[in-house]
């Protein structure tokens, strides 16, 4: 079955979950007549499926492939996206689609953004993560020398499709990965999750609809993260200087599980969570095959790599911690010593 969650906001859309969907894609399109549909080569197959239904409609298709995974979110691989554009006459009646993970959505939403400053982008996740999140919300972006998704805009999409049918190809490990941001929403929003996720079996598609309501109901409200959206960073702060110190090579999700390992345990430090959900966060993430420490050596630069992170303000840092299950606050500024204290105990290894 089928279900839809609807994002308020300037400039609401859908967000459908269930199988097969692709037959919904042309009615998302709007007056385009062409369409430059972006993907990576592991997806190939998704986005021919996609390409002919767009055909089938009428208009055109321009196949935009780009390089996999993290190394396709840069602004080199952006700007040929844009040249291609401009060859094919790309108008601001035409539209993006992009069909991926969260690293393909995520370069798609800004390719869109930012040509001929906003034309309309149709996302198709492709993975756990980009369905629950990457997808869905406007954040779009691609990685610098400087950090984790330093340049980007906001530019909330025209409608998202989660077709679960394109999880039966995603590797297993990547799928454990996508499970970092649904207990995220999980801790932060919506217990249930956590309760699903513990009592075993097979709950993907109430999982994926759960998160997906979370993250509906805060970008809904605060699409440029003006205060509430921030609760979704939990976890974040630590986990995008861990994917900076990686090169970029290890998974987001990964990155998040670490970091959410961290937050939980600076929020018993500070005072605010209870150790024993704080000892929840590491159970139920090791119980999906996540990370949970990270090299004890590699502190210094992952403090350093936090200062830009942009939930900072001027020399403080600001982190999302909890006060209890399923209540998000922001703390500002802790000390650097009592951050490499947390680190120490929780998290390095
Ligand atoms: N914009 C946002 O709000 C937001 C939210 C969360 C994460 N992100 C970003 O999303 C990215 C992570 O997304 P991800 O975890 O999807 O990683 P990813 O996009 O790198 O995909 C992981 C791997 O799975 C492959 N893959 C995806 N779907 C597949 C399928 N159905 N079959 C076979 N292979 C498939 C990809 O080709 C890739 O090799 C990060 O860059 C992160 O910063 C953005
Ligand atoms: O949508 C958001 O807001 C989030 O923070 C969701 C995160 O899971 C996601 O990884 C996001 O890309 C991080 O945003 P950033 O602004 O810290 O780059
Ligand atoms: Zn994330």
């Given amino acids: ?15 459908l979950v269930g199988r097969d969907l692709l037959p919904e894609l042309p009615a998302r399109l709007g007056k385009a007549a062409q369409v430059a549909v972006m993907f990576s080569a592991p997806l190939k197959a998704h986005a021919e499926k996609a390409m002919r239904a767009i055909e089938d409609s009428g208009r055109a298709v321009l196949p ?35 069909v991926g993970g969260g690293a393909v959505t995520d370069l798609a939403g800004f ?32 990685n610098t020398a400087a950090g984790k998704n330093l340049v980007g805009a906001f530019h909330p999409p025209a409608a998202v499709l989660c077709d679960l049918a394109t999880l039966d190809t995603l590797p297993a490990r990547d799928l454990t990965a996508g499970m970092a941001e649904v ?4 801790f932060i929003a919506d217990p249930v999750i956590l309760d699903l996720i513990e009592s075993g079996g097979d709950h993907i598609q109430e999982l994926v609809e759960r998160a997906v309501a979370v993250k509906a109901r805060v970008v809904g409200e605060d699409l440029r993260e003006g205060g509430l959206r921030e609760i979704l960073n939990y976890g974040h702060t630590l986990g995008h200087a861990i994917e ?17 390992v961290f937050a939980a ?41 936090m200062r830009v992170d942009k939930k900072a303000r001027g020399a403080r840092l600001r982190f999302v911690v909890l006060d209890g299950l399923a209540r998000p606050s922001v703390i500002e500024g802790p000390g650097d010593d009592e951050l490499r204290a947390v680190y120490e105990e929780a998290v390095a290894t």
């Fill in 183 to 186: 207990v995220k929403c999980g």
């Fill in 1 to 15: 079955m089928t279900t839809t969650i609807e994002v308020a906001g300037d400039h609401p859309y859908p967000v």
């Fill in 244 to 260: 900076r110190f990686e090169g970029y090579r290890w998974r987001h999700g990964d990155a998040v599980s670490v970091g959410l």
């Fill in 111 to 142: 390719v869109a953004a930012c040509w001929l400053r906003g034309v309309a982008v149709v996302h198709v996740p492709t993975s756990l993560l980009g369905m629950v999140d990457a997808a869905v919300g406007g954040k779009t972006g691609v």
């Fill in 64 to 98: 935009i492939e780009v390089p996999d995974a993290e190394a396709g979110k840069s602004i080199t691989v952006a700007e040929k996206a844009w040249e291609q554009l401009g060859r094919a006459k790309f108008t601001r009646s035409d539209a993006v689609v992009g």
């Fill in 265 to 305: 345990a600076l929020g018993v430090r500070t005072g605010r969570l209870d150790p024993g959900t704080a000892a929840r966060h590491r159970t139920v993430l090791e119980s999906l095959g996540l990370p949970v420490g990270y090299r004890r050596d590699a502190w210094p630069d992952l403090l350093d790599a």
